[in-house]
């Protein structure tokens, strides 16, 4: 049974598997969304070998300040914003030694 490296909670998920069968999964913890690649060092997939001033407990989790908010997507920042023409577009200028 796999737990979470972080936080060592017991319900992690397979996000994703490799296209050549047991090769590698990737994994998520169900409680602090920690993500890993099951063929990462030790230090990011056992929690012995974790570095302790990044491991969480449940209380870490619980007592945390709110977690921000995710920005928008590009694209969608990109529709809200004026269309900047590209420098080979802009009308040429004349140099200032010119």
Do not use: K
């Amino acid at each position: 049974m796999t737990s979470c490296p972080r936080c060592t909670f017991e319900t992690v998920d397979t996000l994703h598997s490799s296209p050549v069968p047991g090769v590698w999964d990737v994994l998520q913890c169900g409680r602090c969304l920690y993500t890993w690649r099951t063929t990462e060092p030790a230090r990011r997939t056992q929690r012995d070998a974790y570095p302790e001033g990044f491991r969480l407990t449940a209380e870490d989790i619980a007592n945390a300040p709110e977690v921000p908010t995710v920005p928008p997507l590009l694209n969608e920042i990109q529709h809200s914003q004026p269309v900047l023409r590209s420098r080979a577009a802009a009308p040429s200028l004349p140099h200032p030694a010119e």
